[in-house]
């Protein structure tokens, strides 16, 4: 995991589309105060834009959005009190990686209209995230290293198989009921004992139906409403379909590896990285809590 991964997995860059007004607070109220500083609804909304957290309701993404909003604040004013400098040509390179994100100077043109951004407040946006990001390089990466010899916890691994089906929840009724029909048919030769990777080359629209459904060992992501209900299953068992804002599931754990302790050097690579993203997250939570106690931080209610 690079040094600025960690800071992006926290701060979301501003130029996103806007989310659809049922969800949309409202942009003039000041929702929290960090110190002298105000978030304001427009800063919520653009957060919630690019929050990707379909099984929260419209007030649980608020309040989520507004908690991120209030650790990047802490974050930054933690590195202007330490005068943390980035220097200019980092953000002009920043922002050509930015432009090249785009399909077309219109596109990005357009999405910073949606946002109320100009190329000045842009620039600013950029140079925050950056001194944030230096900051973090300073508390978080630079604190969490780990020697090949330590003794680290690895995390439960669940061998995920899948069956998916593409329908959104607003979707005309008869494609959801034919959606459903095919995922009750799919459940329903599971439960009569047909192989799960058989079934899901059949009705799967994954990309790795090819290969049976098979996603390999994954650990579990508390904000993804379909890994929580994989690891809720015992090791061979079936889901039932479950409903998300993205399609239709059936999940297997085909095979579930418990926590246990290893060398860190024995770690395969994708564990490695698992292992490390875990310090740096406890590591970065502790110094955003440490920062919040010296910090006079209101949620208006």
């Not at 992006?8 to 409202?26: K, M, Q, T």
């Not at 432009?99 to 209209?113: G, M």
């Not at 997250?281 to 949620?299: A, G, H, P, S």
Request: hydrophobic content about 40%; overall charge negative; charged content about 30%.
């Amino acid at each position: 995991m690079s040094r600025f991964m960690i800071a992006a997995a926290l701060i979301l860059l501003v130029v996103s589309c806007a989310p659809p007004p049922d969800i949309a607070p409202d942009i003039s109220a000041v929702l929290a105060t960090v110190g002298q500083a105000r978030i304001t609804g427009v800063e919520v909304q653009r957060m919630m834009a690019g929050m990707d957290r379909p099984e929260l309701s419209r007030s649980q993404l608020q309040q989520e959005a507004i908690e991120q909003l209030i650790a990047q604040e802490l974050l930054y004013q933690e590195a202007r009190r330490r005068e943390i400098e980035v220097a200019e040509n980092e953000i002009s390179g920043h922002l050509d990686l930015l432009r090249q994100e785009f399909l077309s100077r219109d596109a990005l043109e357009e999405a910073k209209r949606e946002n109320g951004l100009d190329d000045e407040k842009l620039r600013q946006q950029v140079h925050r995230k950056l001194t944030i990001a230096r900051l973090l390089d300073e508390e978080v990466y630079a604190k969490t290293a780990i020697g090949d010899a330590e003794m680290v916890k690895t995390p439960r691994q669940v061998h995920e198989l899948y069956i998916y089906r593409k329908v959104y929840p607003g979707a005309p009724r008869a494609k959801r009921q034919e959606a459903w029909r095919k995922m009750q048919e799919a459940l329903d030769r599971l439960k009569a004992g047909a192989d799960f990777a058989r079934v899901a080359e059949d009705y799967s629209q994954s990309g790795l139906a090819k290969y049976g459904g098979d996603a390999g060992f994954i650990t579990l992501n508390p904000n993804s409403q379909v890994c929580k209900a994989l690891f809720a299953l015992g090791e061979g068992q079936i889901s039932e379909i479950i409903e998300t804002h993205w399609g239709l599931f059936i999940l297997q754990a085909q095979e579930i590896r418990p926590e246990m302790m290893r060398v860190y050097a024995e770690l395969s690579p994708k564990l490695k990285r698992i292992v490390l993203q875990q310090r740096m997250q406890k590591r970065l939570d502790e110094f955003v809590e440490e920062l919040r106690r010296n910090t006079d931080v209101q949620i208006v209610s």
